[in-house]
């Protein structure tokens, strides 16, 4: 599953090529990756314009000058292919169609648009989504109104995330900051690392975080989200960035896969253990868990 800084990138690339084009024609070949209406589609898809590509949490949405909106989610291989005569940009699951022959046996939807281009979204396990839906009801969709709030955004400040965290206090602190509903689009990487920049342990309860140390946390989880989104997303196995191009995020992780590597802070080795029921790292000096 991508997680914020990914998206994000997704979303970037495609500000820069999306927008005033108009969409052309439509083709499908699964309605569980297209669910909608073909008087939908034909009313409040085709010609109509692209307005701006916009991000919520780790769903990407597209909006339409006809007061309607693609909600896309990628889930695990998804993928967004634009192609142009003169420009090929790609973003997703890092197989062989984002630079190979399109349409492939992997895509679902292709887009065409008013400028010769088609955005395909392929995805091979077919559980990722391209939805056509009223932008006035998005945030009455189920998910959204359940998505806690914008670790980036200017409003998410530490007394923000306390109180957030606090609604999961009996709970693990990583399995709360997994929580979507606590806080949007943080998963396994960058749980990981926050929690080691704020040298808390992953299985501490969230009652017994203190103050200073949410203020850590909170400090920590918007740099190492703004650090992955500046290098272009993490290098995990499924996502690039919106030239095809691999995040560099990873090689600059402080504890993510570094298992019995050398902590940069204070040179004892980096743990891996089984936490929120995910493969955690910690460093057992920087991170001790105390009762």
Request: proline letters at 5%.
């Amino acid at each position: 599953m991508p997680e914020l800084p990914e998206v994000e990138t997704v979303k970037r690339g495609l500000s820069r090529l999306l927008p005033g084009l108009v969409m052309t024609k439509i083709v499908s070949d699964n309605p569980k990756s297209f669910p909608n209406a073909e008087h939908d589609v034909a009313q409040f898809l085709l010609g109509a314009e692209i307005i701006e590509v916009t991000r919520r949490a780790k769903v990407l949405l597209i909006e339409l000058s006809t007061k309607y909106s693609l909600v896309i989610h990628l889930k695990m291989t998804g993928q967004l292919v634009y192609r142009s005569e003169t420009v090929k940009f790609g973003a997703g699951h890092p197989n062989a169609s984002l630079v190979g022959e399109l349409p492939d046996k992997s895509t679902r939807v292709t887009l065409d648009l008013s400028n010769g281009a088609r955005l395909f979204f392929n995805d091979q396990r077919k559980f990722g989504w391209v939805r056509l839906i009223p932008t006035v009801e998005i945030p009455q969709i189920d998910f959204f109104k359940r998505v806690g709030p914008e670790p980036l955004s200017e409003e998410f400040t530490w007394q923000v995330m306390q109180g957030r965290l606090s609604r999961r206090k009996n709970t693990n602190i990583k399995a709360a900051l997994l929580d979507q509903s606590v806080l949007a689009g943080v998963g396994n990487i960058y749980a990981d690392e926050s929690l080691w920049g704020a040298r808390i342990h992953p299985a501490t309860l969230v009652k017994d975080v203190t103050d200073n140390k949410i203020k850590l946390l909170h400090k920590a989880l918007r740099d190492v989200l703004q650090l992955s989104i500046d290098k272009g997303g993490s290098t995990d196995q499924h996502y690039v960035d919106a030239e095809g191009k691999p995040g560099k995020y990873l090689t600059f992780a402080n504890v993510f896969r570094r298992e019995g590597k050398a902590c940069g802070r204070c040179d004892s080795i980096i743990e891996k253990s089984r936490v929120a029921g995910r493969g955690t790292h910690t460093c057992p000096v920087c991170q001790k868990l105390t009762s």
